[in-house]
């Protein structure tokens, strides 16, 4: 394959644990990793690097139909329309099958994670055809079996993923690597989002109220032990290039309904402008419009050769980010019961729950 992809190499990870931080308490050795390819200098030469962060796909192996979780031979087409119909596509998940499920399902959000990506694509080699796979925050999709010592298509994946833009490959636009004066900066006037010496970070472009695109550094994201479907809500202590302050960022994927429903952002500019007590402000949000930050998996979910309701099952996503212009304090923070609860105090306030008045009485008489 390495000839039809100039700016990609394929390299055997079948004996070696990809980089993964130390404080998961899992690691992976996919058969095959594919990465990007990047030159580094190390003295007088240059070198490849293979880090995590320039990892592309997986490629799997394995041996016999025993080990493929999906069907390898299907029925006929469920009628639409047939409220009791039913689609299966995946094999009794037992024993080997149900492996390799675990095996793509880790695979998926490890890359997912570790780099931010909207989606990723995986290959499952087995015997003598293969499978492509796409996982967005949707869901997965798959293709029937390919044999690839007869079709094309197998090689034409690897031809077009090399030519594809970084969009089409699924990496965020919207994040990219600071430059050194940024680092500097963030390393010199901000410390409570370090973790450590060996912190690396990346930057969030977004935009504010008056359009202007602003850049927060936050620390690089690392991988959960959950599939990367759903909301996957992800916060972060971000620094703001802009005002040197620090800042919140939240992001996650969430549900559309239409063109005209409420978002989050949009909940906290109502607040604001309300004079609602104890809610921060939000000085950035942004809901992306274009196709990239936007699952696909919920197109295939109005086929003919679905059962009806599968559309409302697989719903459609699209990512959210906002900035908030607070910092917030971790639990472990607080130095005296006092001061947790002052900020107990100070959430009931801004809930507006039913009760929270002879709560916050309550707590103020303590205090």
């Given at each position: 394959m390495n000839p039809l992809m100039s700016g990609l190499s394929i390299c055997n990870t079948s004996?070696?644990?990809?980089?993964?931080?130390?404080?998961?308490?899992?690691?992976?050795?996919?058969?095959?990793?594919v990465y990007r390819k990047i030159k580094i200098k190390r003295g007088e030469e240059e070198e490849e690097e293979e880090v995590?962060?320039?990892?592309?796909?997986?490629i799997e192996f394995k041996s016999s139909a025993e080990h493929d979780p999906f069907l390898v031979a299907t029925g006929p087409a469920p009628v639409r329309g047939n409220k009791r119909g039913q689609a299966h596509f995946l094999s009794g998940l037992t024993g080997r099958r149900h492996h390799t499920l675990s095996q793509l399902g880790t695979y998926a959000a490890i890359h997912i994670d570790s780099q931010y990506r909207a989606h990723t694509f995986l290959v499952l080699i087995i015997g003598t055809y293969a499978r492509l796979i796409r996982w967005d925050?949707?869901?997965?999709?798959?293709?029937?079996?390919?044999?690839?010592?007869?079709?094309?298509e197998?090689?034409?994946?690897?031809?077009?993923?090399?030519?594809?833009s970084f969009d089409v490959r699924g990496i965020d636009s919207i994040m990219t690597k600071p430059t050194d004066p940024e680092i500097q900066t963030t390393l010199g006037t901000w410390t409570s989002g370090v973790d450590d010496e060996s912190q690396t970070f990346l930057v969030i472009s977004l935009c504010n109220e008056a359009g202007h695109a602003q850049r927060y550094v936050i620390?690089?994201?690392?991988?959960?032990?959950?599939?990367?479907v759903g909301r996957c809500t992800r916060t972060s202590v971000a620094y703001d290039l802009q005002n040197n302050v620090g800042v919140y960022m939240k992001a996650f994927w969430r549900i559309v309904l239409n063109d005209n429903d409420i978002k989050e952002g949009e909940v906290y500019q109502v607040l604001s402008k309300a004079n609602v007590r104890n809610i921060p402000r939000c000085v950035a949000f942004c809901d992306f419009q274009d196709q990239y930050h936007q699952t696909q998996t919920h197109t295939f979910a109005g086929e003919s050769w679905l059962p009806q309701g599968y559309e409302y099952l697989i719903p459609h996503r699209r990512l959210h980010c906002l900035i908030l212009d607070t910092e917030g304090k971790k639990l472990e923070d607080f130095t005296t019961s006092k001061e947790m609860v002052r900020a107990i105090h100070a959430a009931i306030i801004g809930t507006g729950l039913p009760g929270?008045?002879?709560?916050?009485?309550?707590?103020?008489?303590?205090?």
């Open positions: 004996t070696q644990r990809i980089d993964t931080p130390s404080y998961n308490f899992f690691t992976i050795a996919p058969d095959c990793t995590t962060r320039l990892v592309e796909f997986f925050r949707g869901g997965m999709v798959f293709t029937e079996a390919i044999p690839y010592n007869v079709n094309p197998f090689f034409n994946f690897f031809k077009y993923y090399n030519d594809a620390p690089s994201p690392y991988p959960r032990p959950s599939l990367p929270c008045d002879f709560i916050c009485q309550t707590l103020t008489c303590d205090l």
